[in-house]
């Protein structure tokens, strides 16, 4: 037990097999009769889609199934989840809850908002026949600053919430805050611009869904911080299956930084197309 105690240092155990090249993240991951899924974006930060035509993609060499919003729908499937907790002066109740699908319907929300799902047999031939897809887009008025966009004529993301306000968060002891305030001999005010920001890690987001026909079985190889949530999510709110036909495996995760405590979009895509084809299917992002 002397190895063991409080403000002793942990020894790290998994070092060198990492260092040495024996890591195995969800990119290594590469299954018999694999396919390879591709998202096509949108380019406008706002835009209505008016139509969409994949006649050309579905034909190109090599394709194997192009999904769009409309087909996601149709097959009864759910939006993406919204997981969030409660903390002292939140209530996640009182958060706007947007119907966000893994891929638009009517309208392109932000840059790289996907379009549509292109799986074949490798990635350059998904990738090849995204380029073949006509949309039909109406450009929008947009706003990208934050500050702006919560001005009472600022374009809304979604109708339904007024003022592009998610939710308020409000902590502390506001009285406490204002008598401070109101007895101090001098008070400085300033405004504050957050920057941007967001997590880069090691490995991007990443998915290989492997449907077994025999066993009705799904198995999900996915860069998760929290299987059991991904698992829930998946079958539950999304698929509408039983969780027991699912299994989530997570290997070296290669960063995070928070962002892969979420469920992204290409999840669910791979997981149904995996079913549909009744063969594995991979989707990798880039760093673009």
């Given at each position: 037990m002397e190895n063991f105690g409080f403000s002793k240092s942990v020894q790290r155990i998994e070092?060198?097999?990492l260092l040495r090249g024996a890591g195995r993240y969800t990119d290594d991951v590469n299954l018999p009769r694999q396919a390879h899924g591709h998202v096509l974006r949108s380019p406008h930060a706002h835009a209505r889609i008016r139509g969409i035509d994949v006649a050309a993609a579905r034909a190109a060499p090599g394709v194997l199934l192009v999904l769009t919003g409309a087909d996601y729908i149709a097959a009864g499937f759910g939006p993406m989840p919204l997981i969030m907790h409660a903390v002292p002066g939140f209530d996640p109740k009182k958060v706007f809850a947007a119907t966000h699908w893994p891929l638009a319907t009517d309208r392109a929300r932000f840059v790289g908002d996907g379009i549509a799902f292109i799986v074949a047999e490798t990635r350059a031939r998904a990738i090849d026949a995204a380029e073949s897809i006509e949309v039909d887009y109406?450009?929008?008025p947009s706003v990208t600053d934050a500050a702006r966009a919560a001005e009472p004529d600022a374009p809304r993301v979604w109708d339904d919430c007024p003022g592009n306000i998610a939710f308020a968060c409000d902590m502390g002891n506001a009285g406490a805050a204002e008598q401070a305030f109101s007895r101090a001999a001098h008070v400085v005010?300033?405004?504050m611009r957050i920057n941007r920001l967001s997590a880069n890690p090691m490995e991007p987001r990443g998915v290989v869904a492997d449907f077994n026909p025999a066993k009705d079985f799904f198995t999900v190889y996915l860069g998760t911080q929290d299987t059991f949530r991904a698992r829930a999510?998946?079958?539950?709110d999304l698929l509408k299956i039983p969780e027991e036909k699912i299994r989530v495996v997570a290997g070296d995760v290669g960063g995070s930084?928070?962002?892969k405590g979420a469920l992204y979009?290409?999840?669910?895509?791979?997981?149904?197309?995996?079913k549909l084809l009744?063969?594995?299917v991979k989707w990798v992002g880039d760093r673009s």
């Open positions: 070092d060198p097999r109406e450009p929008l005010k300033r405004r999510q998946i079958a539950k930084f928070g962002m979009p290409e999840t669910p895509l791979a997981v149904w197309a995996s009744g063969r594995p």
